[in-house]
DNA sequence: AGTATAACCTGTCTGC
DNA sequence: TGCAGACAGGTTATAC
């Protein structure tokens, strides 16, 4: 479930709660679904005994970043995890239902608690990370100096459906359905429209919304609808501030029409029909 | 090329 | 109360 925001808002609290400490255990609860690139045995071998020297993150992945030890200045041998939570994965300071992975940290303890166990790590050496897949295939970061009106134009060649493309983490990064959602409806563009039919105009304004939206979200702690928790457990806020999403047959804060709602890809689309149009 | 659908897996909610 | 069906913040493979 976690969009750009959430996972965001999770790293500033890894990195607050565990940056600098060393790896002390690891265990992995659920193997089949959870490592895509190695097994629990090579993922203690890598990591157990290494310090936390970072944790970044790329669209919706989480990258943590290990160092050998702080004599040693190469760079060789130094591993990162790379993780995707998908629907339904958290991180989270005390243990929950479905712990499919623990790291246990000097003093503090981290638990990925993932019920649908569609998420997904990755194990690298830290200078390849962002040279392979998963992370090497992902398009523009928002709210970076990548995202410029440019390159944000440039994705704009298709005839697909803009918010179809806004979900397509080769172009853009970060967004899933509720900031898309959210994004098209504050700059007053329908869902269907085809990308290449936006103006100069539009694809300014979705091009500032989606920043706008992003940031936003980020500082009201993400969105929580469901079972999104900061590490520390603390809900999100960006669920007060919907305009769209999830409002479907409720009056338009802006000109009272009704939200509607629509099938695309198979995800919902929430837009005003009077503010948004075709 | 672009879209729809199902699949992955589990939980939750709605309606009968 | 029980049960079937729909739906969910994501991504991917396959089919029209």
Do not use: W
């Amino acid at each position: 479930m976690p969009e750009l925001p959430e996972v965001e808002t999770i790293r500033r609290g890894l990195e607050q709660e565990l940056l600098g400490r060393t790896l002390l255990d690891l265990h992995v609860k659920e193997r089949v679904h959870l490592l895509k690139n190695c097994s629990p045995a090579q993922l203690r071998r890598a990591l157990i005994g290494r310090r936390l020297k970072a944790v970044g993150r790329r669209g919706k992945f989480l990258i943590f970043d290990f160092e050998r030890s702080e004599k040693q200045h190469s760079s060789l041998g130094q591993h990162s995890i790379v993780l995707h939570l998908r629907m339904s994965g958290r991180l989270l300071l005390v243990p929950a239902q479905h712990t499919r992975l623990i790291l246990k940290f000097s003093d503090k303890t981290l638990y990925f608690d993932d019920a649908r166990r569609f998420g997904m790590l990755y194990l690298f050496e830290s200078a390849l990370r962002e040279s392979l897949p998963p992370l090497s295939e992902l398009g523009i970061e928002p709210l970076t100096p990548a995202y410029t009106f440019g390159g944000f134009r440039a994705l704009l060649q298709s005839k697909q459906e803009i918010k179809r493309l806004l979900l397509d983490q080769r172009k853009l990064c970060g967004l899933g359905n509720i900031y898309a959602n959210e994004a098209l409806f504050a700059a007053g563009i329908h869902p269907q429209r085809p990308a290449c039919s936006l103006s100069s105009r539009e694809a300014r304004r979705l091009f500032e919304a989606i920043a706008a939206v992003l940031t936003r979200a980020i500082e009201a702690g993400g969105t929580s609808i469901d079972s999104y928790r900061t590490p520390q457990g603390e809900l999100g806020r960006f669920q007060e501030e919907f305009s769209v999403y999830e409002r479907a047959g409720k009056p338009c804060y802006r000109c009272g029409e009704l939200i509607e709602s629509i099938s695309q890809g198979g995800r919902s689309s929430y837009f005003c029909p009077c503010c948004q149009t075709q």
